[in-house]
């Protein structure tokens, strides 16, 4: 790989697999780490329910034999979807959580860039998040320092704010009239709650499908009121931002709506999706004269409804602004891993509280690995 100047425009492919287990997403930006120039090519790769079950298998562990398969896993999906790109100089690889605790354990990304280094031939940055951790961050959301440069690259001339659908929801305050994402004021960003992480289990447990497509269940249910008003107790709603969760942290939320039909309780966890975005909305510094929506969730008319009716500004998907929801946050992991190739902060404390600007990420190339191996 040749060394990264200042203004060296980078064609780097990024790669996400998030906490909804439905595969992953690999996406081609050019940037310099700072201004994004433009975007490439991008692939999908869907996980084979025998794989998901694996993934699912390794959630909250640490260690073990159901980790080192779930691993596997990861790398091979991995491999086989980055090597479909041609002309890539880059590759930043996220990997798949499979625990997350900040103030304890740390962080955890399954699958080695390393390897995928020596799979692929190409430089890999990954273990984004572990650097954060290790300096008092949340170690997430790491994807608001490229909402700011988005931001910048729509031109937008007032605070807005990014929203991503995940498993987790997460948002990203920002105001575009800062110089740079680490500045005081620029950025704040959290983890709002469960986002389609509680309903894709409801599905996958109850009707044995990965999903509720377009909403289509909660759109003939009620919602129990009771179940979102206790959930709303919950102490996330109470922690000042930055905060981030665990995919699991909410665990109990699958309880609490057992005893629902099918219908009511795909509506009633939407609705608790929908809250804690209201709730964080409420977190912003000043009001955002918009929300964008990233991610699975923003396909979902229900949920876009109900985050609709509990915000004060306009919403609508990412593509209104001539983004790509489905791969932003692959996108996000290419320009990150060109920062952290040129020495640049990937996370500040308003983005995920860590004690002052950190760069993130380990540069694996290839064959350091063999070397390593001896």
């Keep these: 790989m040749r060394r990264i100047g200042t203004g060296d425009r980078i064609r780097a492919l990024g790669a996400m697999s998030g906490t909804s287990l439905d595969?992953?997403?690999?996406?081609?930006?050019?940037?310099?780490?700072?201004?994004?120039?433009?975007?490439?090519?991008?692939?999908?790769?869907?996980?084979?329910?025998?794989?998901?079950?694996?993934?699912?298998?390794?959630?909250?562990?640490?260690?073990g034999e159901?980790?080192?398969?779930?691993?596997?896993?990861?790398?091979?999906?991995?491999?086989?979807?980055?090597?479909?790109?041609?002309?890539?100089e880059l590759i930043g690889f996220h990997g798949q959580t499979f625990a997350h605790d900040p103030k304890g354990r740390g962080t955890h990304q399954a699958g080695s860039g390393a390897i995928l280094a020596e799979a692929l031939g190409l430089p890999v940055v990954?273990?984004?998040?572990?650097?954060?951790v290790r300096f008092g961050g949340e170690g997430a959301p790491l994807a608001p320092f490229y909402h700011f440069a988005l931001a910048k690259f729509i031109g937008a001339n007032a605070p807005l704010a990014f929203l991503n659908l995940g498993g987790v929801g997460n948002l990203t305050f920002v105001d575009p009239g800062f110089a740079r994402p680490e500045a005081e004021g620029a950025l704040l960003a959290f983890d709002t709650g469960p986002a389609n992480a509680p309903i894709n289990d409801l599905m996958q447990a109850r009707l044995g499908l990965a999903q509720d497509e377009g909403g289509a269940l909660?759109?003939?249910g009620e919602v129990a009121e009771a179940v979102v008003a206790h959930f709303l107790q919950h102490p996330h709603f109470f922690?000042?931002?930055?905060?981030?969760?665990?995919?699991?942290a909410f665990a109990d939320?699958?309880?609490?709506?057992?005893?629902?039909?099918?219908?009511?309780?795909?509506?009633?966890?939407?609705?608790?999706?929908?809250?804690?975005?209201?709730?964080?909305?409420?977190?912003?510094?000043?009001p955002p004269a918009r929300?964008?929506?990233?991610?699975?969730?923003?396909?979902?008319?229900?949920?876009?409804?109900?985050?609709?009716?509990?915000?004060?500004?306009?919403?609508a998907p990412?593509?209104?602004?001539?983004?790509?929801?489905?791969?932003?946050?692959?996108?996000?992991?290419?320009?990150?891993?060109?920062?952290?190739?040129?020495?640049?902060?990937?996370?500040?404390?308003?983005?995920?509280?860590?004690r002052a600007a950190v760069g993130g990420g380990t540069l694996s190339r290839p064959g350091e690995l063999a070397v390593a191996l001896g």
Excluded at 29 to 38: A, P, R, S
Excluded at 239 to 248: F, Y
Excluded at 294 to 311: E, L, Q, S, Y
Excluded at 324 to 349: I, K, N
Aim: proline share 4%; hydrophobic share 45%.
């Design 318 to 354: 990412v593509e209104d602004a001539g983004l790509d929801g489905d791969m932003m946050e692959a996108q996000a992991f290419a320009y990150l891993a060109v920062r952290v190739a040129r020495g640049m902060p990937t996370s500040a404390p308003g983005s995920t509280g860590v």
């Design 291 to 315: 929300l964008l929506v990233t991610g699975g969730g923003r396909h979902n008319p229900v949920m876009m409804a109900m985050i609709a009716a509990g915000c004060d500004c306009p919403v």
């Design 126 to 132: 990954w273990d984004f998040r572990s650097s954060d």
């Design 218 to 220: 909660a759109a003939t």
């Design 253 to 286: 939320l699958g309880r609490a709506v057992s005893e629902l039909s099918d219908a009511d309780a795909a509506a009633t966890l939407t609705a608790c999706a929908a809250a804690s975005v209201a709730a964080g909305m409420e977190l912003c510094p000043t």
């Design 23 to 63: 595969g992953v997403d690999a996406a081609v930006i050019e940037t310099d780490g700072e201004t994004v120039f433009g975007f490439g090519e991008s692939a999908y790769r869907p996980y084979s329910e025998g794989e998901r079950d694996m993934l699912r298998a390794a959630l909250g562990r640490w260690e």
């Design 66 to 88: 159901e980790v080192e398969a779930a691993a596997e896993v990861v790398e091979t999906a991995h491999a086989e979807i980055l090597s479909r790109f041609e002309d890539i």
């Design 239 to 248: 922690r000042m931002a930055p905060k981030s969760l665990d995919r699991d």
